[in-house]
T-cell receptor, first 114, second 116 residues
Framework: QKEVEQNSGPLSVPEGAIASLNCTYS??????FFWYRQYSGKSPELIMF????GDKEDGRFTAQLNKASQYVSLLIRDSQPSDSATYLC??????????????FGTGTLLAVQP | DGGITQSPKYLFRKEGQNVTLSCEQN?????MYWYRQDPGQGLRLIYY???????QKGDIAEGYSVSREKKESFPLTVTSAQKNPTAFYLC???????????????FGPGTRLTVL
């Protein structure tokens, strides 16, 4: 069974702090990794994707990938109350490239306290 | 505006009825997907289609059916065989180039189905 695992949280951080969200995956051959933000009652919104080992930065967001450890993380700097949402990690485990099927984790609920 | 639309936003169904959820995209994406989300759970893949007139079952296809007669449209029918259909249904689309840089999926606003 191919799996993506996340801590369900809630992860509570004070406003202005760094929030660190983590995700592990089971298939060592996975090639591309995505972070989605989902506000309550809304659909997921893509924040970042990464497919090379190392860090990828976009504004206040940094995605980190370590394929050897099968671990991907999302850092949110200067956290704001508007960042409070569920963050979904998704992994493309079809390394044959035949499909764009994603396997989603159950998400981590982030609460940024004013 | 390019995007994905789903209708209706809310849908109520009596037990034993079939209902069809609409999904339309004008992004010129080849691939389309249907997911189901239950409270506290991640997204589970119901069906996906990479090209017109072709589709494949996902992880939880039982009790559902789809069609892909046009590139822009991928309707989902929830049949009476689906034992627990109350959920949030999400449609997504993506480019289907085979390149990993094109793997990202974009979601519609969702349809919340409630069985009465």
């Amino acid at each position: 069974q191919k799996e993506v695992e996340q801590n369900s949280g809630p992860l509570s951080v004070p406003e202005g702090a760094i929030a660190s969200l983590n995700c592990t995956y089971s298939d060592r051959g996975s090639q591309s990794f995505f972070w989605y933000r989902q506000y309550s009652g809304k659909s997921p919104e893509l924040i970042m994707f990464i497919y090379s080992n190392g860090d990828k930065e976009d504004g206040r967001f940094t995605a980190q990938l370590n394929k050897a450890s099968q671990y991907v993380s999302l850092l949110i700097r200067d956290s704001q109350p508007s960042d409070s949402a569920t963050y979904l990690c998704a992994v493309n485990m079809d390394y044959g490239g035949a499909t764009n099927k994603l396997i989603f984790g159950t998400g981590t609920l982030l609460a940024v306290q004013p | 505006d390019g995007g994905i639309t789903q209708s209706p936003k809310y849908l109520f169904r009596k037990e034993g009825q079939n209902v069809t959820l609409s999904c339309e995209q004008n992004l010129n994406h080849d691939a389309m997907y249907w997911y189901r989300q239950d409270p506290g759970q991640g997204l589970r893949l119901i069906y996906y289609s990479q090209i017109v007139n072709d589709f494949q079952k996902g992880d939880i296809a039982e009790g559902y059916s789809v069609s892909r007669e046009k590139k822009e449209s991928f309707p989902l029918t929830v049949t009476s065989a689906q034992k627990n259909p109350t959920a949030f249904y999400l449609c997504a689309s993506s480019i289907s180039s085979g390149r990993i840089v094109d793997n990202e999926q974009f979601f519609g606003p969702g349809t919340r189905l409630t069985v009465l």
